[in-house]
């Protein structure tokens, strides 16, 4: 058994004779008992959030000796990989960093000669969404575990994926083929994109990704209409729910614009070189970096952040102007506690740009591209 588990996934690895009865949420180890062995696994890459994991079933893992395990239905002679598809995957941002990330930087070693294993299949849209994806990774079917009634035999299973410090991020080691850029050239070629890095243009291609519900930005015709002035070939685009069509047009363009959001994670369909404009709503500075920011470099992308003044938020006006909501956004955070400040920052803010002060950043957008 091999232990890969970190602060944001439980990963184990068994050879041997292992069988799993999909029905009962139980894999059988066939070895003396190991206090090494785990007795449950929650395998879905987001441990620190309980909240998150509430609804991922628990797999059991039990060890005997080989006389004493279930008898085989069906015995595998390739590696399997057992995973939840369930938890926030219904959020696009979650479904690629939650799932997609370590699901390849799991099976990438095995060559798509793997099974994957899912669990919790029905509470998402994960293998319909990405199909193409997961074809890329497994020339196998992908087996539906909830309703396995049979017990199926491997020699080699990893239950769990493997997941790297950050949202986006694939720590290239030990397999040289681990990493994000990698990644993100398996989906290019994988929805058949046509641009793997940015060409010359005389005017760069720009697309504001618009928002419907949450941090909406009230002012975007006028941001395109502001970016086509200074020299962008602009859009505004509501990239919408359907991946293929999402893919096709985020790889058309050189430079990518979104408030805060799970739009912004079509940076993995970006031709190489393009550049990602982050911005930041009240209140969001520490995660958004950390979720957008950290791992365009990793994708050979380039990247600026606009963090919004307080005037430029819908919430201004609503509170005193010495509030903590204005001056110490974190602290505040603190003073109200977690689930009443998401709904207040991510649900009931909008975004109105100074055009003025966005301009110094698109004048650099432009610096960038012409470089």
Known sequence: MKNYSNYRSEVYEF?????????????????????????????????????????????????????????????LDVPGILFSTGGRTLNYFHSITDVMVPLFATSQRFNRNVIFLVTNHNSSRFTTKHRKTL?????????????????????????????HPFDLSIDPSPFSSLSTRNLTRLLRNTYS???????DHSRPRLLVVSRKK???????????????????????????????????????????????????????????????????????RCIASEMFGANPEEMKLKYLE?????NESSLFGKYPNHSLIYTDSTQYCVNIGPRACYGLFYQLQDVKLDLASFKDTLLQALDIMAA
């Open 214 to 284: 949450y941090r909406r930005l009230a002012n975007e015709v006028q941001v395109v209409e502001l970016a086509r002035e200074l020299g962008f070939d602009s859009v505004l685009q509501d990239l919408g729910d359907h991946l293929e069509s999402a893919a096709k047009i985020v790889n058309s363009i050189d430079v990518l614009v979104g408030v805060h959001g799970a739009g912004l994670t079509n940076m993995v369909f970006l031709p190489e070189n393009a550049l990602v404009i982050q911005i930041i709503p009240l209140g969001m």
């Open 306 to 310: 606009y963090t919004i003044t307080p």
């Open 135 to 163: 074809g890329s990774l497994s020339r196998h079917e992908v087996v539906d575990i909830d309703k396995e009634n049979r017990t199926l035999c491997f020699t080699n299973m990893i239950v769990g994926l493997k997941a």
């Open 193 to 199: 994109l046509k641009r793997d890095s940015v060409g």
């Open 15 to 75: 050879t041997g004779d292992i069988r799993l009865q999909g029905s009962s949420a139980t894999i059988f180890i066939g070895s003396p008992i190991d206090d090494n062995i785990p007795h449950e696994i929650k395998p879905y890459a987001r441990k620190y959030d309980p909240p998150g994991m509430v609804a991922i079933s628990s797999i059991q893992i039990k060890a005997a000796p080989s006389e004493k395990l279930p008898v085989c239905t069906k015995t």
